[in-house]
């Protein structure tokens, strides 16, 4: 059974930073892309972030190109979002997800002062 488990998530101050972590389990996950999504409250959900497999390739939505860094740890089974320089419209419920269809239940992040 595939569980992805968000994690990290919190309330920072504009300009903070923030780690959120996804641990999958249930799968082969050093042969599957990943990918995170965020829903802001009122609007659809986006694309953050991907990568590929091996970690090699990764692509990010303009909106967050230059402060969100996606990576991943084969030998943890967790893929990571760093999250800097955090502005009001980040704030959002992140998702972790895979290729197949599998979701997290997501880490609600809300930047604010």
């Known amino acids: 059974q595939v569980q992805l488990v968000e994690s990290g998530g919190g309330l920072v101050q504009p300009g903070g930073t923030l780690r959120l972590s996804c641990a999958a389990s249930?799968?082969?996950?050093?042969?599957?892309?990943m990918m995170w999504y965020r829903q802001a409250p009122g609007k659809e959900r986006e694309l953050v972030a991907s990568?590929?497999?091996?970690?090699?390739?990764?692509n990010y939505a303009g909106s967050v190109k230059g402060r969100f860094t996606i990576s991943r740890d084969n030998t943890k089974n967790t893929v990571y979002l760093q999250m800097n320089s955090l502005k009001p419209e980040d704030t959002a419920v992140y998702y972790c997800?895979?290729?197949?269809?599998?979701w997290g239940r997501g880490t609600q992040v809300t930047v604010s002062s």
């Open positions: 997800t895979d290729p197949f269809g599998n």
């Open positions: 249930g799968f082969t996950f050093s042969l599957r892309a």
């Open positions: 990568i590929t497999s091996s970690g090699g390739v990764t």
